[in-house]
């Protein structure tokens, strides 16, 4: 089930989030693109987000959160993350269909991880520019042009973004 994560989900998310990272992205960073992330990461950092122009939405089964979304201002992804041992199940599709109703902009950006490059590619989004890094965090920027038709919620995420 996707849903809005709530206050009390925070701890639960801030897990989940910090555990993909260190995972799959931690490994080739700088401890201050670690320390960086940990700070954007942290429950009090998701908790004061809630408040603001984002929507974090949440993958639950059984109680248990195995992925989350959030959208910045509607037009930003600035965070999509699963479980290391849920991933391949389609959980991150269905956050981005699930986010897809949300977005305010013809385009949805977004700072991705150098190691998700090809999963966003593989689903339409394009790099808008060179490798970066910000704050100890590499990031490659990619933009999506999101399609004008709106889509039935089973349609598979991967038919919502045209290339």
């Known amino acids: 089930m996707i849903r809005r ?6 701890g639960q998310v801030e897990a989940l989030v910090k555990t993909a990272f260190m995972t799959g992205i931690a490994p080739g960073l700088s401890q201050a693109g670690v320390q ?4 954007i990461a942290s429950q009090a950092a998701l ?18 959160i195995l992925g989350m979304a959030e959208l910045k201002q509607g037009a930003h992804l600035a965070m999509l993350f699963v479980l290391p041992e849920c991933q391949g199940r389609g959980i991150a599709k ?3 269909n699930a986010l897809r109703p949300h977005c305010r902009q013809s385009q949805l950006s977004v700072r991705a991880s150098l190691n998700a490059v090809s999963f966003y590619e593989a689903i339409g989004f394009e790099k808008s520019g060179s490798p ?3 704050a100890g965090l590499r990031y490659q920027p990619l933009v999506c042009h999101l399609s004008v038709t709106t889509m039935p919620a089973d349609q598979p995420a991967s038919t919502l973004w045209q290339k």
């Open 94 to 96: 269905r956050l981005l």
């Open 5 to 10: 994560m709530m206050p009390e989900d925070a």
């Open 36 to 39: 960086t992330f940990f700070r």
């Open 47 to 64: 908790l004061l987000r809630l408040q603001e122009d984002h929507l974090i939405l949440v993958h639950e089964e059984a109680g248990q």
């Open 132 to 134: 970066a890094e910000l």
